[in-house]
Nanobody, 124 residues
Framework: QVQLAESGGGLVQTRASVWLSCVVS????????MAWFRQAPGKGREFVAT????????YSADSVKDRFTISRDNAKNTVTLRMNRLKPEDTAVYYC?????????????????WGQGTDVTVSS
């Protein structure tokens, strides 16, 4: 069974940069497309970014595509989300997810495993 563990969140100021990491264990990371989602207080889970198995294709939400970058290092079983120029509206719990579809998808229901989440709070 694949397991995901996020780290790197915290309290930061507007326009700060933060890196989130997700370590994958239990199954080869190469088996999965990987993604980041987030959930702000009182809101539903929102797609942030996804990357395919070999790292050659990626897709990000319009709200973050000029500020956030998803990457992966299969040798280290790690997926990273680099977040730049953070805004208060980026405040959320950020979740790493593993998907087994043959295509990249933004739908949470298409992902088969989730981490526990890491909190990012951006103060104004």
């Amino acid at each position: 069974q694949v397991q995901l563990a996020e780290s790197g969140g915290g309290l930061v100021q507007t326009r700060a940069s933060v890196w989130l990491s997700c370590v994958v264990s239990g199954r080869p990371i190469e088996n999965y497309n990987m993604a980041w989602f987030r959930q702000a207080p009182g809101k539903g889970r929102e797609f942030v970014a996804t990357i395919n198995r070999n790292g050659e294709n990626r897709y990000s939400a319009d709200s973050v595509k000029d500020r956030f970058t998803i990457s992966r290092d299969n040798a280290k079983n790690t997926v990273t989300l680099r977040m730049n120029r953070l805004k208060p509206e980026d405040t959320a719990v950020y979740y790493c997810a593993a998907g087994d579809k043959a295509y990249l998808t933004t739908m949470a229901r298409d992902y088969v495993a989730w981490g526990q989440g890491t909190d990012v709070t951006v103060s104004s």
